[in-house]
Structure formats: C-alpha cells, structure tokens
C-alpha cells in the first residue's frame, strides 16, 4: 500500500502560507510501509511542515546527479524567498530530497530548512541556491547519510548525526559560510566530507574510527576539527583528518586525544600568512603539513605529545 500526498503552489505569497503534511503509518509484521510526499511550492513567506511515521517514506525530490538549486524530474522543489521547511521522518529507511532556489534574479534566499531523522538507515539529500539560508540536520539513527549541495553566499549549514556509521557530506560554494558537524557517538565508522569557498567549518567528534576530509577554496578560511584548546579535543582512535587549504590567509586547528591517528594539513601552495595548530596526545601518531610562502605572521605548532 502506497500513500500520495501533494502540494503544488505558484506566484507570488502577499500572506504566509501555512502547509502542514503529516503521513502517518503503523506497520505490521512483515509489512512495509511506503509513504510519498511530492512537493512544487513557488512564492515566498511560505510555512512547511511535514511529518511522516513509519518505515520506507519518501519525500520526493532532485536526482543524485543534480547540482545545486537545478530540478529534476519527480522533484519536490520550494522557490522563493523568506520562507520556512520543516521535515520531520519517524521510522527506518526513510528518505528525503529537496531542492531550494531563490526566487528573486540575485538568487536571494532567505529560507530555514530543519530536518529531523529518528531511525536507523535515513538518508537526505538538500541542495540549495540562494543567499543567507540555513539548513538544520539531525539524524539520530546508525547507519544515516546526508549531503548537502549549497551555492550562494552567507549560508550556515548545521548537522548533528549521533548514530553509528554515519556518513555526513556537506558543500558550501559561495564566501562567508560555515559548516558545523557534530558526531556525539562514542562508537562507530563516522565519515565527513566537508567543502566551502572562503568558509569556516567545525567538526566536533567522540567516537573511533573517524575519518574526516575537508577542502576549502578562496582565501582567509578557517577548519577547527575538534578544537586546539585543551577540553576541546577529538577523543578516540584510528582517526585520520585531511584539510587542505588553497589560498592565503588561511587557519588550521586540529586537537586530537587518543592513539594510531593521522593529520595531514595543506595550505595555500604559493600563498602566505598561513597558520596550523596542531595538538595530538597519544602514541603512533602521524603528521604531515604543508604551507605555502612563509611569512613572519606564519605560526606552525605541530609537535605530538606522549600521552603521560
């Protein structure tokens, strides 16, 4: 048994317009829930909330091999300025895609996206295209992925995924953004690849067997993988931090309690003004960094500590 549901809108909103989809399914044994919610919303000041309970439920949106802000076929797509999506999935197995555009020729934006995930194996993908948006994740079950595909300037992206073996992909094209992960698991193979244009990005860990892969374009980014201060460290083992850095002005700070870790730092091959920090405590750890032109504003502290 399938379950439909479907908002279509279009021209301009002179009043907020409220939308609340909810979906709800109580499984059997040995049934599996399918719900879908196909979404064409075009105006501003627009109020979306949907709800869907129970396992295999779909919000239907852009293809894996869409860019950002581009609609694809079965899509559900919200174009406008100013306005607010909320998206909430109970159950396993659910999955949401949407694409969010501007709807001004400047691409303005505007929008508050949160998505909210509480079971095991959800996955979602949300591009958007626009200026000043905001997009907030949390997925509290193992085994979830998320990407997000942003262009624009002034975006904030939020993710908090606290299950095991989650895969976390996040991409900010587009000056003065940020990104902010946070993985509270103790356990598990947490994955995060996380790239900006002149951004910042956090990554906050507690838990074995990360990996975490950070590149960033333009000039004066900064990457904090766990923080540099002291109570403010990755804790675990078998973690493995890449970052490069292109451009000048860049900051690296990296801090890492636990044993058999990697950090690999790059920054602005050719470039100067450059500065890593780097403060590793435990054995078997390996660091490499490597800067462009040196200048005597270039500070570099990359000494691993035994833990004692």
Request: proline share 1%; glycine share 16%; net charge neutral.
């Amino acid at each position: 048994m399938m379950n439909t549901s479907s908002l279509k809108g279009a021209g301009k909103l002179s009043r907020k317009l409220l939308t609340i989809l909810v979906v709800a399914a109580m499984p059997t044994l040995g049934y599996a829930v399918d719900n879908s919610i196909y979404i064409d919303q075009a105006g501003s000041n627009a109020v979306i909330n949907i709800t869907q309970d129970g396992a295999g439920n779909t919000v239907k949106g852009l293809n894996n091999s869409g860019q950002p802000g581009q609609r694809g076929i079965d899509a559900a797509t919200i174009t406008g300025d100013n306005n607010q999506i909320a998206v909430t999935q109970v159950g396993s197995g659910n999955t949401l895609s949407l694409g969010i555009a501007g709807g001004t020729m400047s691409g303005y934006g505007n929008t508050q996206v949160t998505y909210s995930a509480t079971a095991t194996g959800s996955s979602a993908l949300i591009n958007v295209n626009g200026l000043s948006n905001n997009v907030g994740v949390t997925q509290t079950g193992d085994g979830s992925t998320v990407e997000t595909r942003v262009i624009g300037g002034r975006n904030t992206v939020s993710i908090n995924a606290a299950g095991t073996g989650d895969s976390v992909k996040a991409g900010i094209q587009g000056g003065d953004s940020t990104i902010n992960v946070n993985l509270p698991n103790t356990g598990g193979s947490n994955i995060v690849t996380a790239t900006t244009d002149s951004g910042s990005i956090g990554i906050n860990a507690d838990g074995t067997g990360n990996t975490f892969n950070v590149q960033q374009t333009g000039f004066g980014n900064t990457a904090k993988i766990a923080g540099y201060a002291t109570g403010d460290q990755l804790s675990g083992n078998d973690n493995n931090v890449n970052i490069r850095q292109d451009g000048s002005g860049n900051l690296a700070s990296v801090g890492i309690t636990g044993s058999t870790n990697y950090v690999a730092i790059n920054q602005g091959s050719g470039s100067d003004g450059q500065e890593a920090k780097v403060k590793v405590n435990g054995s078997g750890n390996s660091i490499n960094i490597s800067q462009g032109t040196a200048t005597s504003g270039t500070s570099l502290l990359a000494l691993p500590v035994r833990a004692q």
